[in-house]
């Protein structure tokens, strides 16, 4: 192989999971990061965020990386730029690009006759691309680079796995020697030393490389989560449809899912998608739709119905409370998935704050120490469902599952759970003495 000497900007989900996985794979990353508290964590050894596998395997390979504060020294050694900085929802629902300009400015005064290939990793608006390479060009008129978009695919709660081992890598660009250095970044993947827990998802076949255009390389990032929050939607509708008409949204899931067409995957009914990537990408397409003087119907339709379900699902619940004042409700689950501590567009959050509005009295519990402001948190489950009215599971954490509900049921003033991912059995919850409600579930 050859090994690369790379500068990975922001060390988030994507650049550290990237720099952790191109690392194992042989090249050598200078990881910038600019928030210092994050910066002294990795300095230290310790990533600054909950991610399975990726603490011990960036002691692993830490040879391989350098960690920096700017990027300065880093670039003159590196023939590849990669930029994973985040590119956050602007208020008119668009994406914020002040931080891949910002890595620009620092960028541009060091380009020169060597050439580099500029990356970028981050989620960005088609044709953005297009304004970096005219950007750089007139900052450094005079200087060989080339611009490539290479969008990330990997989820959170499995973001080395996916770093490692993707679907599939999209490399958007028409340079011949941009391509060819991109080849050289990611075939060594495959074969990289991973972690004893990775081993099993090493393919067998090569990872397919799309070589595609800069704008589809950009579009198709969001295209492919816009399909993953539309078929969350659609399977939300069925469950409502389930709920109508007393069929069973798990049966029809399992039907689903054995056509090879249609496949089981982001088929979960529950009560919407959260996190920092589904709500902000499908309303940034929608706005690129628009921008582009098409009306993108069906997005539309997912996000409405996306926004409303949790709305639908807290109903059950408040028709079997008779209302929610006065009532004391556990929230279990803040975090917008498991095995993560992110809470951006956490539904446990909105959900534990709606009730409140309400007037329920609510405790809420995570397995992370995860404590938003204005909502009642215990890490003790035992303590947080003591006493309640009911009991919501908002994030399918194993804790919940493996729990033992006939004990837990014990201490509930009433045992009345709403299982809001249709993560419990409702046939042990029935056994354990519990009023079960889920989505689109018979109980
Ligand atoms: C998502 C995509 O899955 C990644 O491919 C993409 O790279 C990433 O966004 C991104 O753009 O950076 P992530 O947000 O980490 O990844 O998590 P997901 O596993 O996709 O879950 C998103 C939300 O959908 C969660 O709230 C989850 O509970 C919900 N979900 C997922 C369902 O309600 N039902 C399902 O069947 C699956």
Not at 86 to 91: D, L, Q, R, S, V
Not at 244 to 258: C, F, M, N, R, Y
């Amino acid at each position: 192989m050859t090994r690369l000497e790379i500068t990975m900007v922001g060390a988030g989900y994507v650049g550290l999971s990237s720099t952790v996985a191109l690392a194992l794979a042989g090249h050598r990353v200078h990881l910038i990061e600019r928030n210092i508290e994050r910066l002294e964590a990795l300095q230290s050894g310790q990533i600054p965020f909950l991610e399975p596998d990726l603490q011990s395997a960036f002691q692993d390979c830490q040879k391989n990386i350098c960690i920096a504060a700017n990027l300065t020294k880093a670039l003159k050694t590196s023939s590849i730029i990669m930029l994973a900085v985040g590119t956050p929802p602007t208020p008119a629902q668009g994406a914020d690009l002040s931080q891949i300009f910002a890595a620009l400015e620092d960028v541009a005064p060091l380009l020169d006759q060597t050439p580099k290939l500029i990356v970028v990793k981050s989620t960005v608006p088609v044709g953005t691309n297009a304004e970096i390479r005219a950007f750089l060009n007139s900052r450094a008129p005079n200087a060989l680079f080339a611009v490539a978009s290479n969008p990330e695919f990997l989820r959170q709660g499995r973001a080395l796995r996916d770093a490692l081992f993707p679907d599939r890598i999209v490399l958007g660009t028409s340079e011949p020697w941009a391509l060819k250095l991109l080849h050289q970044l990611y075939a060594p993947l495959q074969h990289a030393s991973v972690p004893e827990t990775l081993a099993q998802f090493r393919p067998t076949q090569p990872i397919p490389m799309l070589e595609v255009s800069p704008e589809s390389a950009e579009l198709a990032k969001y295209a492919a989560n816009a399909f993953l929050a539309m078929k969350i939607s659609f399977i939300n509708e069925i469950a409502n449809v389930c709920a109508a008409t007393g069929a069973d949204v798990s049966e029809i899931k399992a039907v689903l899912e054995q056509d090879k067409r249609i496949g089981g995957d982001f088929l979960r009914a529950g009560l919407g998608y959260g996190g920092s990537c589904f709500p902000k990408d499908t309303r940034a397409l929608s706005q690129i739709a628009l921008r582009g003087g098409y009306e993108f119907r069906l997005l539309r339709a997912v996000i409405e119905v996306n926004s409303e379900q949790r709305f639908r699902v807290l109903q059950q619940l408040e028709r079997r409370l008779g209302g929610f004042r006065g009532k004391r409700i556990a929230v279990l689950g803040l975090t917008f998935k498991p095995n993560t501590d992110d809470l951006r567009e956490s539904l446990g959050v909105d959900i534990a704050l709606e009730l409140q509005a309400r007037g329920a009295i609510v405790t809420a519990h995570d397995p992370t120490p995860s404590k938003p402001e204005g909502i009642d948190f215990t890490s003790d489950l035992n303590a947080c469902l003591t006493g309640v009215d009911a009991a919501i599971l908002v994030t399918e954490w194993d804790e919940y599952r493996n729990a033992n509900w006939k004990d837990l049921g014990r201490l509930m003033q009433r045992k009345l759970i709403l299982d809001g991912r249709n993560a419990l059995e409702p046939r042990d919850m029935l056994a354990a003495g519990f009023e079960y409600l889920g989505v689109g579930r018979k109980s």
